[in-house]
């Protein structure tokens, strides 16, 4: 079945660094691709999302490219800043199976100022 | 516009009790879905709600889950009797209705209701 793997966490960085989560994908159709992030204390956001190979979603300084050769969709940010700090969940959805969203196990992502 | 709301944030019980969890989705929305989160695991998808009909119900764990929306509007997840293993994060999305030339209706989350069961 579809599923997504993210990279293992806790990620900790200092402020300003260069920030990459990997994820990958296998679906059996051609998926939509998102990052939803969980700020403490909050909900899930939709960060980005992208619906076709080649896309670029982007959003708050952060960007993922659809790589639909590597079925990958790794999030990125040049500078974070300690309020970037939460959860982030790679998901995809299979239009054909009534959109519905299947996540990774989510990345938490540790800021030091 | 509110948000989706969920109630109660935290709720810890004894395994063998009853626990029932709400979720108001934004108004109008048609779609509502249940989500839970175990700890350091996926979030999966529990069932999905067309207006107060059960469109996919597919990842209800077992028959101690019991699931309804009445009127089509605010909904309920029941648990009786809770498990130790149900203990996780649940989250309450909704949606517009349908999707538009394959884009989906983007979901709406919830802050989520924390069910510890000791």
């Known amino acids: 079945g579809d599923s997504v793997t993210q990279m293992e966490g806790p990620v900790t960085l200092s402020e300003e660094a260069f920030l990459t989560i990997n994820c990958t994908y296998t679906a059996t159709g051609y998926p939509s691709l998102f990052w939803y992030v969980q700020y403490p204390g909050e909900g899930l956001q939709l960060l980005l999302k992208a619906t076709k190979a080649d896309d670029k979603g982007s959003n708050k300084g952060f960007e993922a490219t659809y790589r639909k050769e590597t079925t990958s969709f790794h999030l990125e940010k040049g500078s974070v800043q300690v309020s970037d700090s939460a959860v982030y969940f790679c998901a995809l959805s299979d239009p054909g199976r009534d959109d519905k969203i299947i996540f990774g196990k989510g990345t938490r992502l540790h800021i030091l100022p | 516009e509110a948000g989706v709301t969920q109630f109660p944030s935290h709720s810890v019980i004894e395994k063998g009790q009853t626990v029932t969890l709400r979720c108001d989705p934004i108004?109008?929305?048609?779609?509502l879905y249940w989500y839970r989160r175990v700890m350091g695991k996926e979030i999966k998808f529990l069932l999905h709600f067309v207006k107060e009909s059960k469109q996919d119900e597919s990842g209800m764990p077992n028959n101690r889950f019991l699931a309804e929306r009445t009127g089509g509007t605010y909904s309920t997840l029941k648990v009786q009797p809770a498990e130790l293993e149900d203990s996780g994060v649940y989250f309450c999305?909704?949606?517009?209705?349908?999707?538009?030339?394959?884009?989906?209706?983007?979901?709406?989350f919830g802050n989520g209701t924390r069910l510890t069961v000791t």
């Open positions: 999305a909704s949606s517009q209705g349908g999707t538009q030339g394959g884009l989906y209706s983007p979901l709406h």
């Open positions: 108004s109008g929305h048609d779609n």
